[in-house]
């Protein structure tokens, strides 16, 4: 039905509450009808400022991320909310309960928040969070906030979906979280030290600013760090003022250009191995032939890297 | 060479440590000489006990693998340890800097330790995992042990690699563990209070238990909870006496096949889409290809769907 899809495309382009939901779980799920009214909103997505809050659990993203979505609304922009849920690949189960919140935000018509979860989806969340940002943004979203958990390899990748990362550190927490600040300093571009009234913040502060001096950057950029109270509301606006001069600072050089180049790569390498391989499973292994590759294996008859060299050639002779 | 593939070969199977290090960097780097020799030593593989050690950082896992690995040493049985690092996708840097450790093996002939590093590798670090044990067990290990962080997909899909995983939790942690331990509780086949002499080991216990008392079940086995203290040797007798209880109750029922089937499945799977994606990329995407692709997504005059819809289409034409 052509036509309903163009009526629907319409209502996501007019803001429409339902037709976005239901076109984010479309995606999610990944029907055709998804990736049909993606392909014909794509050309009025590109336009927001995507932002990307990460940090340990307990950090108080979501708080900040409701917070910041409250002082963008201000100025009118329309906004979008991704909040990316780890979840359990084994159970489904989410890890982080806490998806009753950001209440401040819920009689707003013009923000649209959504939980997603991994669930242990095929190829990762990443790819999924891209198509969302997509409609947030042909919803007419002129900024977009991704909340991620910033631990595992989904969360990473979710960030780089982001012009800017914020990276969210609070007082008191212990080597652990030393640890994990190692892996993930690179990506920053902002710093907030939030609970900034318990004991402690200056000299996180501190660790932070002792990092970057040894940190590389591929830019001329220096990370700023902000103190936030986000319970109180407080450090929110100067927030927004270091999001916009670095919003600044990426269109004044290429920074942004080369964040989005590197981001649409790895979309369109991702998206070629998830429908390649879709494409030879449904073509070449039906009817249970694959069980018949696992037992081969399972027993040590053959090894899986001739097997698949065999799915592969089979796969060129009658057409990938 | 065919001929020095097979002396190759040969050396692995005599437990010769120094071509066991080489057929584990081919396989690790994806040398072509790798999955050569992968093939000619898959028919040796398969009779190891595969046992998975997960946990949070700080929770004694090394010092509880080697321990381990001892006990099974006294038995004379040849063990393999694979180490996991969790590593930033960004820089390749460790998080953990702890691999200089394990020392009272060191001198061992009969004991292999491999760590590995995530670094952002394309599909991950499982993939590579699963080769490195095929090989520790053409050498003649009669027991590999994998120690992960089990905190993001990979150290879960890796753990997914073995026959019987133990889940380590130490008393005194915080709510993040409480919160971790919801989404690792179903892949624990045995648990372990390691660091049962600090106070609050029983509270662990009990948690745990009242955790298990409704957690699923697909089989009739019920996870024991063992105390140990690892830097004291205390537990490893028992641990291991546990281990070798779940082992005979896999064997005797389908549980250990099952989970094999569901391993090599999971493993043919994600080779066939790493094999046919680096085939449609070195034929179809050569010569900056894909950045003309790449710039008409990043200037949005072209979907990223319509845009791999095209290259598969080709891919078609002239043979995947």
């Known amino acids: ?66 917070r910041l979505a409250a002082e963008y609304r201000r100025g009118n922009s329309r906004v979008g909310i991704i909040a990316v849920d780890p979840t359990s690949p084994f159970s489904g189960g989410a890890i982080l309960g806490d998806r009753i919140r950001m209440q401040t935000l819920a009689g707003d018509e013009g923000v649209f928040i959504r939980s997603m979860a991994t669930r242990g989806q095929l190829g990762g969340l990443a790819p999924t969070a891209h198509d969302v940002v997509t409609i947030l943004e042909a919803a007419g979203c002129e900024v977009v906030l991704i909340e991620t958990v910033g631990v595992g390899q989904d969360e990473v990748e979710v960030a780089r979906l982001a012009d800017v990362t914020v990276l969210m550190l609070v007082p008191g927490m212990g080597d652990d979280v030393q640890a994990l600040k190692a892996g993930v300093m690179e990506i920053a571009d902002l710093f907030v030290v939030n609970k900034a009234d318990h004991p402690g913040a200056d000299r996180v502060e501190q660790e932070i600013t002792s990092m970057l001096s040894i940190a590389p950057r591929s830019d001329s950029w220096r990370p700023p760090i902000l103190k936030t109270v986000a319970t109180a509301a407080e450090g929110i606006g100067a927030l927004r003022d270091a999001l916009e001069n670095f919003r600044s600072y990426g269109e004044q050089n290429s920074v942004r250009q080369n964040r989005r180049r590197a981001k649409w790569r790895a979309r369109l390498l991702e998206l070629l191995r998830q429908e390649l391989f879709q494409k030879v499973l449904s073509e070449q292994l039906q009817n249970g032939a694959i069980e018949r590759f696992v037992d081969d294996v399972l027993e040590h008859r053959r090894d899986p890297h001739s097997v698949v060299e065999e799915i592969i050639g089979k796969a060129s002779r009658t057409s990938v």
Chains 1, 2 share one sequence.
């Not at 590109?46 to 900040?64: D, F, H, N, R």
Request: proline share 6%.
């Open 1 to 66: 039905m052509p036509e309903s899809l163009q009526t629907w495309a319409e209502k996501v382009i007019a803001g429409d509450r339902r037709a976005i939901s239901r076109a984010i779980s479309a995606v999610e799920s990944r029907e055709p009808a998804g990736v049909a009214l993606l392909k014909v909103l794509f050309s009025q997505a590109g336009k927001a400022y995507v932002i990307g809050v990460t940090g340990p659990p307990g950090a108080g993203k979501s708080t900040l991320v409701e």
